[in-house]
């Protein structure tokens, strides 16, 4: 590469000189995958700015904040618009996703960055909306493989590329049935973002796997306490 390659190389911001790395398959591109992530070496808010057109400072947790003011925020899905995810024990800096298409209102695809693969780029991501109020507070996220979906994750909802009227987005609608899927592994939520309900109402199918695996939790914390009990008498 020239000097002049090199300079212009340098000078370019993160979200355009990101191009520049050498791209390469990664597990989750294999067949039986539902999506492909492509290795760019980005992370997730310079791909989100550069998809979105949404330009904010900040780590992904901070976009919600700073979005204030300056960019429309809500709770109901639109093309091209930012899921902002919240800091959480697995997200410290939190997390930013490009909604790429609605499936329906609890159900949309993302395009991403740096989520199944550090530096991957990732398009065409099922995400499902498991919160009560079907105001997409809790997201779950595929896996890429199969039909399985991952941990709850805590969510501040969407930012929209159109100025901010002071107003929050909602839907007038009544919520949405939960969609039945797969238990989730973990719930990674604050005591402070859920409710004492489990988020995700169970479908038939799974009505009976639910049940088992909410005794068991329940029948395991209560042993907990019975014995945490005991060590402080």
Excluded at 57 to 63: C, F, L, Q, R, T
Excluded at 125 to 140: G, K, L, P
Excluded at 183 to 195: G, N, Q, W, Y
Aim: proline fraction near 6%; aromatic fraction near 8%; charge should be neutral.
């Amino acid at each position: 590469m020239s000097l002049l390659g090199l300079s212009t190389l340098a000078a370019a911001p993160p979200a355009i000189a990101a191009h520049h790395y050498r791209s390469r398959r990664v597990a989750f591109a294999r067949a039986g995958h539902r999506y492909r992530a492509v290795w760019h070496g980005i992370s997730c808010v310079p791909f989100a700015r550069e998809e979105s057109g949404i330009d904010l400072p900040g780590n992904a947790w901070e976009w919600w904040g700073n979005a204030a003011g300056v960019y429309a925020r809500g709770s109901v899905p639109q093309l091209d618009s930012v899921l902002a995810f919240r800091s959480n024990p697995r997200m410290r800096l939190g997390h930013v996703a490009v909604v790429t298409r609605i499936v329906n209102p609890r159900e949309v695809e993302v395009d991403q960055a740096n989520w199944a693969s550090r530096g991957a780029i990732s398009r065409g991501v099922t995400v499902v909306d498991v919160s009560e109020e079907n105001d997409w507070s809790a997201v779950r996220v595929e896996l890429g493989d199969g039909d399985d979906f991952g941990a709850v994750y805590p969510t501040y909802g969407f930012i929209y590329d159109e100025e901010d009227s002071g107003t929050m987005l909602a839907s007038t609608a009544p919520p949405e049935p939960a969609l039945a899927l797969n238990p989730a592994p973990r719930d990674l939520r604050t005591l402070a973002e859920r409710d004492d309900e489990v988020a995700e109402a169970p479908g038939p199918a799974l009505a009976g796997g639910y049940h088992h695996y909410h005794l068991h939790h329940v029948l395991r914390v209560s042993f907990a306490r019975h014995h945490s009990t005991r060590r402080k008498r």
